[in-house]
């Protein structure tokens, strides 16, 4: 099943399931950590919209944590010229640094350095804390696509990725979660390609780390809970490191497609520079 959220024809955020050619909004009955916990609460009185009149909101709420994975496939931390990390590579991105499918991605005029990297992702469905590997996966709703992108010379700044990674609409999430119950044991492939062509490509039996273990090193330290977000982890393929580095422009167009999930679609604008907020 596919639950997503999105902005009605009224402007309104909802969130529930799509069904065939229909999205149905649950949001006035159900939370979107119940509706992650149940994503079969949808009832025939439920509003409906149609696919084609809304527009996707990433699924991922203010307040959620949204984990990332850094070097996380043996081919990328090669090409970045490091070691395979014996311990999980982990940093933070803010909701706000996500647009939904289908949205624009805002290059800054701060730099011209911002790269594409396409990703798996996991979304939490059941509150757990220390959670033992072997339980890890029974505490994940389903799984999305994620442009985690990021700005290469700020995330370069210091030895912390963070400020290089949390530019507001930096990153796309979505299009929707397709429901934990639709996978089995293959590992899933993730590609990403830039105005056609594909720039990266790899499967998740290639991970250093599984989505089983890192759910049981994360919640070591933190409590995960429903509509949290974990990211595996970018494959090679960066623009960072190809000769000559190439980075993303206005106009490009990215896609993520993981395999039983979708295809994440987004296209690259400049930032306007709006006043500062509070300024008249």
Known sequence: MRIARFAGPDGAVG????EGEQVVDVSARLTWPELLADPAAARSGDPRHAVADVAW????EEGAKVVCVGFNFAAHAAETGREVPVRPTLFTRFPDSFVGSGGAVVRPPESEQLDWEGEVAL???????????ADALGHVAGWTCMAENSVRDWQLHSGQAVAGKNWEASGV???WVVTADEFGDRPLA?????????????TTDHLT?????LIAYISTFTTLRP???????TPSGIGFR???????APGDRIEVEVDRVGVLRHTVVDDLVPAALGAP
Request: charged fraction near 20%.
């Open 15 to 18: 969130f529930g399931p799509v």
């Open 57 to 60: 909101a990433p699924p991922v």
């Open 123 to 133: 979304v939490v469905g059941t509150v757990g804390r220390r959670i033992a590997e």
């Open 173 to 175: 999430l979505g299009p």
């Open 190 to 202: 993730v590609t990403t390609r830039l105005n056609g062509d594909v720039v990266q490509h790899d």
């Open 209 to 213: 780390f599984s989505a089983a273990a």
């Open 227 to 233: 509509g949290d977000v974990v990211a595996l982890g």
């Open 242 to 248: 190809r000769e000559p580095p190439r980075f993303l």
